[in-house]
């Protein structure tokens, strides 16, 4: 089995977790969205609660929902890992001038905009899913089934100014993480030819912007009461 | 014209180098870099100063051994080595920083000089075909297509100058090791020792301490001979498949 240690310590190796727990998380956010869009059907709360309560009990997505857990940390740690060497890398002096003109922003800066994400996913944990599981969250009754009233609880903090505001924000940096990820994910992976290339570009684009502000547009549409 | 040159001066390898400024008055916008480079060493051996050490050798664009960091980009702002760098690309009276190759595995030798053999090692590791050719084979004996002979050739033009390791944030030789990969990975002759060149010029990037590829692509847009980072993917690809599907050779082997 030495193989297998050698291939995933190796910068390319650990690169491909990055890329596979990277398209996964891409998948999640994904779910994740077409479960929040469900906050902007005017039946108070009711659609958004009955997905909560299935994401919640459902045994399938347990096993899914640990597993995500388990690949969050894994891109965190094992990019850390290559950080650490990627500026080792460098050696003990810098540049002491270097231009951005060959590379885009994002692409440069993976790891400050993935610990704002890491920040964010800590806080949103907190107040939404801890809440869920352990707070004592308000119920409700639909056609005699008791539901905890998570939709409550989201209306609650999106009405909070600067909540809103922490949102899009961390919403802006998902869009630029993504901006460079998912494109890089396939390279990676060595998923590059000039036949699947356009398309790879255009859908990794695409998803960069329209996930995270169909994500944003929900708090500011209850912020506003659009 | 006139310009000021801010170079970066270390007097040996352990030593701790500083930038130092130069006022060079008599400069043509003729002039190619190195050119200019040598007009101010020639000033500086007339008053009995060290001249600047650098890197040089064919002054065509071939041999990739004019490494400078140029304002921030390897080889400066054009999309050539330094040689072919001319001075009308800047400005009467700018100030350019000149300063070596960063990176762990490339040390400063003197002033502007990095030690590349790590680049060496690599294509030693793997980067060459072992098979006993025998005579001169017949022409069309081992047929190529086209596309696939002038995208060996694309990769074969890497002269190994290390700019691709001086653009990247990380310090990576990704682009490097893939182009030599590539050139043997897609040609009938490079097949023999597919998996195994792979594995083994990986195993020694990572040895020298280069950093990982996280796909900023400076280093295409910075190379010389535009080395496309179509070949990182292959060279990704080519190391999985090895990685699963080769068998462990041991050095020595017949045991």
């Known amino acids: 089995m030495k193989w297998l240690i050698d291939l995933f310590s190796s910068t390319l190796g650990r690169k491909v977790l990055m890329a596979l727990t990277g398209l996964f998380l891409i998948l999640f956010l994904a779910v994740h969205l077409a479960g929040n869009l469900q906050l902007l059907k005017h039946d108070g709360g009711r659609a958004f609660n009955v997905y909560a309560e299935f994401m919640s009990t459902n045994p399938l997505i347990q096993v899914i929902s640990k597993g995500n857990f388990f690949f969050i940390l894994l891109h965190a740690g094992v990019s850390l890992g290559l950080t650490i060497r990627n500026r080792k890398a460098r050696g003990s002096v810098g540049y002491a001038v270097t231009s951005g003109k060959s590379s885009i922003w994002s692409s440069r800066n993976m790891g400050i905009l993935g610990t704002v994400i890491l920040v964010f996913i800590v806080i949103h944990l907190k107040d939404f899913w801890a809440q869920m599981h352990w707070g004592g969250i308000e119920t409700v009754m639909y056609d005699g089934k008791e539901y905890r009233d998570l939709s409550k609880l989201v209306a609650y903090w999106f009405h909070v100014g600067w909540y809103v505001a922490l949102y899009c924000f961390c919403m802006i940096a998902i869009g630029f993480h993504l901006w460079h990820g998912f494109i890089s994910a396939f390279q990676t992976l060595g998923l590059n030819h000039p036949k699947y290339n356009p398309l790879i570009h255009f859908v990794g684009k695409a998803f960069a912007i329209v996930v995270p502000a169909l994500f944003a547009w929900i708090p500011l549409a209850m912020y506003f009461n659009i | ?255």
Not at chain 2, 101 to 110: C, D, L, S
Not at chain 2, 242 to 248: G, P, R
Request: glycine share 8%; proline share 4%.
């Open chain 2, 1 to 255: 014209m006139k310009i000021t040159l801010k170079v970066w001066r270390q007097k040996s390898k352990d030593a701790k180098g500083e930038f130092k400024t130069y006022q060079h008055d008599h400069v043509s916008s003729d002039m190619s870099f190195l050119e200019m480079m040598d007009v101010l060493n020639t000033q500086l051996i007339k008053k009995g100063e060290d001249p600047i050490h650098f890197d040089h050798d064919c002054r065509e664009g071939i041999c990739g051994m004019c490494s400078m960091y140029i304002n921030g980009q390897p080889h400066g702002p054009l999309q050539t080595t330094t040689c072919q760098l001319h001075m009308r690309t800047f400005k009467d009276g700018e100030t350019i920083t000149v300063e070596p190759w960063r990176a762990q595995a490339f040390p400063v030798i003197k002033d502007l000089v990095v030690d590349r053999s790590a680049f060496d090692r690599i294509q030693q590791a793997g980067g060459y075909v072992n098979v006993n050719t025998g005579g001169v084979p017949d022409a069309n004996v081992i047929p190529i297509s086209k596309k696939i002979a002038d995208e060996a050739f694309d990769a074969a033009a890497c002269i190994g100058c290390g700019a691709c390791v001086a653009a990247c944030k990380n310090a990576s030789a990704m682009l490097f090791v893939s182009a030599k990969v590539s050139q043997f990975a897609l040609l009938p002759q490079g097949h023999a020792e597919r998996k195994e060149r792979v594995e083994k010029m990986v195993e020694q990037m990572d040895t020298e301490g280069f950093g990982s590829c996280t796909n900023t692509r400076a280093c295409e847009a910075e190379c010389p001979k535009a080395i496309s980072v179509a070949n990182i993917a292959r060279m990704n690809r080519e190391y999985f498949s090895a990685m699963v599907s080769s068998y462990e050779v041991k050095v020595g082997g017949g045991e």
